[in-house]
């Protein structure tokens, strides 16, 4: 998977919505509401950019651990991310109850990524 166009996609479409709460859902949703939508945002554009970082890594020093980093980073990104969505135009509240898969999905993104980064020897020369 060619995870710096998914992560530049990832990026483009948290800013679009970013833009898109700060200016059409501000009379829309009530303030709660909102700050759900502008946290999966934000999530959504911090781990686009952790995609990007897992391209650069993999093409710098290839470790397996990479690409996983990079699907849990795309899996939690529409799991926490894409539920907070839901939840902020619905109003439906179970839709709480995904987030939490799409933060252990992140958190273990990154555990892997690190992990990862000290076997593949990301920032190490080749001698």
Do not use: K
């Given at each position: 998977?060619?995870?710096?166009?998914?992560?530049?996609?990832?990026?483009?479409?948290?800013?679009?919505?970013?833009?898109?709460?700060?200016?059409?859902?501000?009379?829309?949703?009530?303030?709660?509401?909102?700050?759900?939508?502008?946290?999966?945002?934000?999530?959504?554009?911090?781990?686009?950019?952790?995609m990007i970082l897992v391209a650069l890594a993999n093409d710098r020093r290839p470790a397996r651990g990479f690409p996983v980093a990079g699907t849990l980073f795309a899996?939690?990104?529409?799991?926490?991310?894409?539920?907070?969505y839901a939840l902020a135009f619905t109003g439906v509240r179970a839709w709480g109850a995904v987030t939490p898969f799409g933060g252990l999905c992140f958190i273990t993104g990154w555990l892997v990524f690190a992990v990862a980064s000290a076997r593949g020897g990301v920032g190490r020369t080749s001698t």
């Amino acid at each position: 998977m060619r995870f710096d166009v998914l992560g530049a996609a990832s990026a483009a479409i948290a800013v679009a919505a970013g833009a898109f709460g700060a200016h059409a859902l501000r009379d829309r949703l009530e303030p709660s509401l909102l700050a759900t939508f502008e946290t999966g945002a934000r999530y959504q554009f911090l781990h686009a950019l952790a995609m990007i970082l897992v391209a650069l890594a993999n093409d710098r020093r290839p470790a397996r651990g990479f690409p996983v980093a990079g699907t849990l980073f795309a899996v939690g990104t529409v799991l926490f991310s894409g539920s907070l969505y839901a939840l902020a135009f619905t109003g439906v509240r179970a839709w709480g109850a995904v987030t939490p898969f799409g933060g252990l999905c992140f958190i273990t993104g990154w555990l892997v990524f690190a992990v990862a980064s000290a076997r593949g020897g990301v920032g190490r020369t080749s001698t």
